[in-house]
């Protein structure tokens, strides 16, 4: 099971919006809507941003966002501010072995 | 407040082992599958190793399997990865974390695995 792709690297200006994409199968993200989205910092353990595909946790600006279409999930950041800037990585459930893959990772570079 | 703090990192051999733990606290540990998570330098997020609640039922990456065991204790709200045959390949950050399944939002701190002579 290979791991979910994602673009290496995505970049945007303060305020303008981005969206990540993260590409599976059929037995990942198109079969289930445990779709999760995590944000890491240099050196830091990874926070979650969005999970179930569209849900944000306490605490998670509403300037994240989540959806998903088919084999394709992706992850919206509206009104791009500095500390926006990070590896991102989407996750996923999968049917049988691994239970559990997660995205290439893209770094945001916010200019 | 949740908490899962790590302990058992180091430098080992190749062919070596090491046994990682992690102590939960904050919630109802038995409640909640535990999973080990590790990131090799320089390198994306790789699932390790998933626990059941009750301990019944373990999952494995194919990278792992045969050399990595899983464990958990309930009463003293800890999880474990032993992990024999280490390679170089195994050099990474490994985190535990709580319930995958719908996002963890509860993450060890991270402890580092040296696999090198």
């Known amino acids: 099971q290979s791991a979910l792709t994602q673009p290496a690297s995505v970049s945007g200006s303060p305020g303008q919006s981005i969206t990540i994409s993260c590409t599976g199968t059929?037995?990942?993200?198109?079969?289930?809507?445990?779709v999760s989205w995590y944000q890491q910092h240099p050196g830091e353990a990874p926070k979650l941003m969005i999970y179930d595909v569209t849900y944000r946790p306490s605490g998670v600006s509403d300037r994240f966002s989540g959806s998903k279409s088919g084999n394709t999930a992706s992850l919206t950041i509206s009104g791009l501010q500095t500390e926006d800037e990070a590896d991102y990585y989407c996750s996923s459930y999968t049917s049988g072995t691994p239970r559990y893959v997660f995205g290439t990772g893209t770094w945001v570079t916010v200019l | 407040e949740v908490q899962l703090l790590g302990s058992g990192g180091g430098l080992v051999q190749p062919g070596g082992s090491l046994r990682l733990s992690c102590a939960a606290s904050?919630?109802?540990?038995?409640?909640?599958?535990m999973h080990w998570v590790r990131q090799a330098p320089g390198r994306g997020l790789e699932w390790v190793s998933t626990i059941s609640g009750n301990g019944g039922s373990t999952y494995y990456a194919d990278s792992v399997k045969g050399r990595f065991t899983i464990s958990r204790d309930n009463s003293r709200s800890a999880v474990f990865l032993q992990m024999n045959s280490l390679t170089v390949e195994d050099t990474a950050i490994y985190y535990c974390?709580?319930?995958?399944?719908?996002?963890?939002?509860?993450w060890g701190q991270g402890l580092l695995v040296t696999v090198s002579s």
């Open positions: 974390a709580k319930d995958l399944l719908e996002g963890s939002e509860s």
């Open positions: 059929g037995r990942d993200v198109g079969a289930y809507d445990y």
């Open positions: 904050g919630f109802t540990f038995s409640d909640y599958a």
